[in-house]
């Protein structure tokens, strides 16, 4: 299956056979050589033996300046997520006048790389020349959060959208490629600037259930007091007060949500950094959330379902399509939650085919994450049971 977007000479292919060499025929079709500025490759683990392979057939098919990408769970193409069975996808995009620099770093280069200047001297980019970062790393040699923590702080205001190797086989097996290379761990990192950068979508499939309460007492990721009273206490009144439908669905999902600007006067979906609700004390009333509160700051109890995450991906690909205005993107990547597929939507490609919909024969290609890296409010974050989008897009 193929997307071609002739006017700006880019596409992304789809290749399902059990055959590397026709899996890939298939996802490179008639692709110009020498075109592009930036290919990627995803590729499930049914083709492990064969990713060096597949990367220099890309490379000599292609030509391009840069080439990156990793294994995945399950692997995503143009309105296609193919989940259990043996594919591979690429997306390969022409951008004139971009900036597009491609590093690999390493557990080691991060442990000592701390201060801003660090970065600029070793990567040899100024924050100025860099308008985006896409991030693919491996989820178990390297330190994703400080990666992100750093990379912001070297370089802020831009975005960093990406996702976390994953594998369909049990126990360590990612890779990550960078043009004809496989490596078994650390990250790649892909600069881009110049006339381009990236339209983020990140869409953390939640909705907000409740009131919104201010945080009174906190300590660690324990939340102690929300307006004054026990969460645990607020959260109960808060599901007796749902319709009963809604009820039976938010007791097995419930999340909490953490407002990123508490001055806001309102507020809406995206406006929250989800995150788990890990457990509760029934005596003190208590609760533990996978992250650190701050005393001041807003939380809002939320709920994950499909028919959450299908409404909030809708109405953010709506509000991005709508916001690029006459910005036509050239394609996009989808880093999309193992949790979310089949599982979470009961059929099949389901946000492969809603970024379809609103941005119809967008090149697209992507990957299931361990773990998915998108920006909200504009701050980066690592998250989970989230599709994060990277939409090539002209800068304003």
């Known amino acids: 299956m193929l997307h071609y977007n002739a006017r700006m000479a880019t596409f992304?292919?789809?290749?399902?056979?059990?055959?590397?060499?026709?899996?890939?025929?298939?996802?490179?079709?008639?692709?110009?050589p020498g075109s592009a500025d930036a290919v990627f490759v995803f590729a499930s683990s049914h083709y492990l033996a064969a990713f060096g392979e597949i990367l220099g057939v890309v490379q000599e098919r292609l030509r391009p300046k840069t080439l990156l990408g990793c294994s995945g769970q399950a692997i995503i193409g143009p309105g296609r997520e193919m989940e259990g069975v043996p594919a591979l996808s690429v997306l390969s995009l022409r951008l004139p006048g971009a900036m597009v620099r491609a590093f690999h770093i390493t557990q080691e280069f991060l442990a000592l790389a701390e201060a801003p200047e660090a970065w600029h001297e070793a990567l040899g980019l100024r924050p100025e020349?860099?308008?985006?970062?896409?991030?693919?790393?491996?989820?178990?040699?390297f330190d994703s959060e400080a990666l992100l923590a750093r990379l912001s702080s070297a370089y802020p205001g831009a975005p960093l959208v990406g996702g976390?190797?994953?594998?369909?086989?049990?126990?360590?097996?990612?890779?990550?490629?960078?043009g004809s290379e496989v490596h078994h761990s650390g990250a790649l990192l892909l600069a881009?600037?110049?006339a381009w950068g990236v339209r983020p979508v990140v869409s953390q499939g939640a909705a907000p259930i409740?009131?919104?309460w201010t945080i009174t007492e906190a300590d660690r990721n324990i939340v102690r007091a929300i307006g004054g009273r026990p969460p645990l206490e607020v959260l109960v009144d808060t599901l007796r007060a749902?319709?009963?439908?809604v009820q039976q669905r938010a007791s097995?999902?419930?999340?909490?949500?953490?407002?990123?600007?508490?001055?806001?006067?309102?507020?809406?979906?995206g406006d929250f950094l989800i995150r788990n609700l890990l457990g509760a004390d029934q005596a003190s009333g208590i609760v533990a959330i996978g992250d650190v509160p701050r005393v001041g700051q807003t939380l809002q109890f939320q709920v994950r379902d499909g028919n959450a995450a299908d409404e909030e991906l809708r109405e953010m690909l709506f509000e991005a399509r709508t916001g690029l205005g006459a910005r036509e993107p050239a394609g996009g990547l989808l880093f999309a939650c193992n949790g979310r597929g089949m599982g979470l939507f009961g059929s099949p490609h389901h946000d492969a085919r809603a970024i379809e919909r609103e941005f119809a024969s967008l090149p697209v290609a992507g990957f299931f994450c361990n773990g998915e890296i998108g920006p909200v409010a504009g701050r980066n974050f690592l998250?989970?049971?989230?599709?994060?989008i990277a939409l090539f897009v002209p800068v304003a």
Do not use: K
């Open 192 to 194: 881009i600037g110049g």
């Open 12 to 32: 992304a292919g789809l290749g399902t056979a059990h055959d590397w060499r026709q899996a890939l025929d298939q996802a490179l079709g008639e692709g110009a």
């Open 210 to 212: 409740g009131e919104t």
């Open 252 to 269: 097995r999902n419930l999340l909490v949500g953490l407002a990123m600007d508490e001055y806001r006067d309102e507020f809406r979906r």
């Open 383 to 388: 998250h989970g049971f989230t599709a994060s």
């Open 164 to 178: 976390m190797a994953s594998s369909a086989g049990v126990g360590q097996h990612t890779q990550l490629f960078l």
């Open 242 to 245: 749902l319709p009963p439908d």
């Open 129 to 141: 020349a860099v308008n985006a970062w896409v991030i693919l790393a491996d989820p178990f040699t």
